[in-house]
């Protein structure tokens, strides 16, 4: 028995042995290390009471109250999100039982075997029954890691749930930017609804207008007929706005995973009120703070951790069985004197010829290749969309201010070719052209300023906020 104990000490001081992973170096980023600069990134430059969008939690970046609201329901009731969570629990899981391959499994055993012998098999010459009754304390092929091949493993299930937990966040970041760009989405129809009745009740009364004159034969039948156009536009536009708000409606639903309460929509963009300012940085470094980054940088480091494996399933392999416990031929006679027994049988297998394990080794050298093209290509896609977003923060307030003069400009000339048709200056159809000019301005408008807030989300996400 002080054998087995010593022997078992032994094993575990082995357990400290070599491991044959590869030096893990983190890649250069391949990307510039300064964010574009041009005429369209001339606004985009950080701000005294701009934040960093990694460090800056989603509740303090949306400021609207009845937004917050939205966005707390979806992460309590997404499905997408509930999957997530649920595939870090399982990695979690997973590594648990890797890490437990490290220390041998304790069992007890009890068993009994009752076996018949005829009197020609018997070495008395008379038919017998053999009973034996076994208790056993001991451990089952534990394999000692010498090479570190079980702590290599364990290494890459830690780093697949580290990436797992990543994806997670990133999972949540996407659902709070979609989330919120479904709520500007309807809140900006809504606008455009409203604006298109209001337009269609403002053409109703033109055309009672141009229909009077034309009873009374100052307006012609063609006039008539202009107006009608605008009319049935106005109409047409209230159908498509009021279609688009349902299926505005629906998306929103299915992110919030149940029906978003009626008192937190808002009426129209204007309520809505501005996100806080983010700033990029003043480096693009920041982006390896983005979770798909450093969900793609933990898979490369499992990769890595794998190499090691595949190299130390090239070398012997030491597995130890041994138990301690108690047989006797009766039942009451198990914890009788002398009645003690134990076993010890070590197990050393050397690969001599296994073109598998040099095929598997080839392949994790592969698959870390391919992790790292993934990390670095995840990095230049991230680079590309937080340019993107700078390039359109850039510019948005420009053409946000050239749209609003726009506005103002064609209002003007509106009004004053309506009254110079009823004055008899001009003809209607002067007035026909301003008056959609005018419609699809006022539209325009609202886009862009959709565009402005929808964009300001995605610079926030992009950047990797959206912070628990």
Known sequence: MRKLIVLSIAAMIFMGGCSLAPNYT??????????????????????????????????????????????????NNNRDLRLALLNVEKA??????QKAELFPTLNVAGSMSNQWYPADLSSSGQATLQEEYKINFGVAAWEIDLFGRIRSLKDSALEA?????????????????????????????RENLNLAKTTLETQQNVYRIINRRYQVGIATE???????????????????????????????????????????????????????IVSSGISSEILL??????????????????????????????????????????LGGLFGSGSGTWNFAPVIIIPIFDARLWSAYDAARIESEIALTAYQ??????????????????????????????????????????????????????VLDAQRTLNSARQGLISLRLARLANQVRLYAVLGGGGE
Not at 306 to 325: E, K, Q, V, Y
């Open 161 to 189: 749930y580290l990436a797992s937990d990543e994806a997670r966040r990133s999972a949540q970041i996407l659902l709070i930017a979609a989330t919120a760009g479904a709520y500007l989405n309807l809140a900006a129809d």
């Open 289 to 330: 703070n983005r979770p798909d980054i450093l969900a793609a940088e933990h898979r490369l480091k499992a990769s890595n951790a794998n190499i090691g494996a595949a190299r130390a399933a090239l070398f012997p392999r030491i597995s130890l069985t041994t138990g301690a416990g108690t047989a006797s031929s009766e």
């Open 92 to 97: 979690v899981a997973l590594y648990g039982i």
């Open 222 to 276: 063609v006039d008539v007929k202009r107006v009608q156009t605008q009319v049935d536009t106005a109409r047409g536009d209230i159908a498509r706005f009021t279609q688009q708000i349902a299926l505005d409606e629906n998306a929103l639903n299915l992110l919030l995973g149940s029906p978003a309460p009626a008192d937190l929509l808002s009426a129209n963009l204007s309520d809505v009120l501005e996100p806080q």
């Open 377 to 430: 290509k995840a990095i230049q896609v991230a680079f590309r969309e937080v340019a993107d977003a700078l390039a359109v923060n850039g510019t948005v307030g420009d053409q946000l201010s050239a749209q609003e003069s726009l506005v103002n400009a064609v209002e003007i000339i509106y009004s004053r070719s309506e009254t110079r048709y009823l004055k008899g200056i001009d003809s209607y159809l002067s």
């Open 26 to 75: 983190q890649p250069s980023a391949p990307i510039p290390a300064e964010w574009p600069q041009g005429p369209a990134y001339k606004d985009s430059q950080t701000t005294a009471e701009a934040q960093t969008a990694w460090k800056l939690n989603w509740q303090a970046f949306f400021t609207d109250p009845k937004l917050q609201q939205i966005i707390d329901t979806a992460l």
